[in-house]
């Protein structure tokens, strides 16, 4: 790593280290959000030119780094643990999220990255899936940032009405554990609304959710087709590194690792962790170069999408468990 990148890198820590905190103690918001929004707080601030390398090296190649952290978290045989019906509500759920996003993208008049991210944020886990997402494309920062912002807000709003809704549905625990962790975003309001519902929800939904964060792979391989396409029409050339981010070669190789058992379980469960400070560091730098004014003249417009994926992913989740005779 260069040295001039330092600068930047410790400057952003000065906001991810109590973003890290408070999202430990507010888990359902969640370190990346308070990251993104001290990040912003302070946007405007003046700074030294010499953290500003360091900010766009943090905001972007080590958001790349903590995808493959994360890695050493995941556990294949967990994976197999929840069979084939699961993966049938995920794949259904996946091509739900992603064509809503396109087509209401397009009804709004979005931009094709922000549409891709809101649906990548839906469709998988939340701002880990954006965090994956967005090099791939070449997101800009403000569309990452409003991204975050919008899955946020209906992370918080399932952690509430998930488990209402399955008590008043009836739903088994099984079901309600499956109907959690295919159409929540993010990991701990999986956790939370699953473990609300009872504990046995809880623990399948939890299953269910690092499954489902396994999509990552597939999802940015495939935009990775589609930028390279896109590079060619405009004559930009042939790219085989766009074709295939690494960082999503290094991830799945860290979850071989962590699932044959090379690493002790103490230091792969260290470097999950720091996989999830690194998200919350990124997110920090990404806040630093966000214009909040900028942020707000979005205006409702990818609530919108965010609400339209949200129920399109919920209710086909329930479509297709239905259909397999889960519930």
Known sequence: MRRAYMDGILYAMLFAVPAYILGLYFPIVGGPVFGILLGMLFAKKR???AVEAGIQFTGKKILQYAIVLLGFEM???RVAEVGEQSLYVMVFTLLAAFG???LMGRVLGLTRDMTALVGAGTAICGGSAIAAVAPVI???ERDVAVSIATIFFFNVLAVFLFPALGHQM???DAGFGMWAGTAINDTSSVVAAGYAYSAEAGAYATIVKLTRTLMIVPVCLCFALLTMRSAAKSGAG???RRIFPMFVLYFVLASVVNTAGVLPAEAARALGM???FAIVLAMSAIGLNTDLASLLRSGLRPLALGMVC???VAGTSLIVQHALGLL
Do not use: D, H, V, Y
């Open 274 to 276: 720091g996989g999830k």
């Open 138 to 140: 070449g997101a800009r």
């Open 47 to 49: 700074r030294p030119q």
């Open 170 to 172: 009836g739903m088994t």
């Open 238 to 240: 042939f790219s085989l």
């Open 310 to 312: 949200w129920i399109a």
């Open 75 to 77: 556990n294949l045989f």
């Open 100 to 102: 809503a996003a396109f």
